[in-house]
């Protein structure tokens, strides 16, 4: 069911950024369900989005990142567009926590980031905003029970919500309800490129080798390799 973000709880953007026109109706599908999946391709900005959601809503949140990489790009972004942060390592539970300040210096919001690998079972907290990035790794064997937090409201966050086990219609269940999955929309207006593709069929590994070799010779800049 809608559980509506209460308009008076939403806070004046404090990032140095703002959300284009078609996030804004992304953000505002949020604001009326309380509950969305987002499925834009890669570089359409859902960690932009994601982080606006966390700071115009006081009070503490929590997004599951499934690596270091994930989480470093979360912290990154946050300190360089929000005026302020502390970041926090932490490992009873293991988490990374970020406090949000406002221009003034006021506390805006805490944002505690966990793994989805975490066997902390969150009985005893609650949380206003939880955003699932990459979260076609919420419905695994050892993540789907994060879908249980005690939460207000909730974000699901993949450019490749598919899984290969049956299970990817349970994103959309577990997170809220998918927009943004038809990139054909965005290729008709004319905001994501179309890549033309190239299939070669091989018949045996040797043959892979050589028209890999071949390839490689046309185009020598497509495969950079660092110093041994």
């Not at 709880?9 to 987002?38: C, I, M, W």
């Not at 946050?78 to 293991?94: F, G, S, T």
């Not at 994501?192 to 070669?200: M, N, Y």
């Amino acid at each position: 069911s809608n559980n509506p973000v209460d308009p008076t709880r939403l806070l004046p953007n404090l990032l140095s950024y703002d959300l284009h026109e078609h996030q804004k109706e992304t953000f505002g599908n949020f604001l009326a369900s309380g509950a969305l999946a987002v499925g834009w391709w890669p570089g359409w900005g859902k960690c932009f989005f994601g982080a606006i959601a966390l700071t115009r809503l006081a009070g503490q949140h929590i997004v599951f990142a499934h690596n270091g990489t994930v989480l470093e790009t979360w912290l990154a972004h946050l300190q360089r567009y929000a005026p302020r942060v502390e970041i926090h390592k932490e490992w009873k539970p293991a988490r990374t926590r970020v406090r949000v300040f406002d221009a003034d210096n006021s506390l805006r919001c805490t944002i505690h980031f966990f793994s989805y690998m975490t066997r902390y079972a969150f009985e005893n907290d609650a949380y206003v905003l939880a955003i699932y990035d990459e979260s076609q790794w919420l419905p695994g064997n050892s993540s789907h029970r994060k879908a249980l937090i005690n939460c207000e409201y909730r974000i699901g966050l993949s450019a490749s919500p598919y899984r290969e086990d049956g299970r990817a219609d349970l994103i959309g269940m577990l997170t809220g309800q998918t927009v943004g999955e038809d990139w054909n929309e965005g290729i008709e207006d004319g905001l994501l490129k179309s890549v033309p593709v190239k299939v070669w069929l091989v018949g045996s590994l040797e043959h892979k080798h050589a028209m890999l070799a071949k390839l490689l010779l046309e185009r020598p800049d497509a495969l950079l390799l660092d110093e041994p």
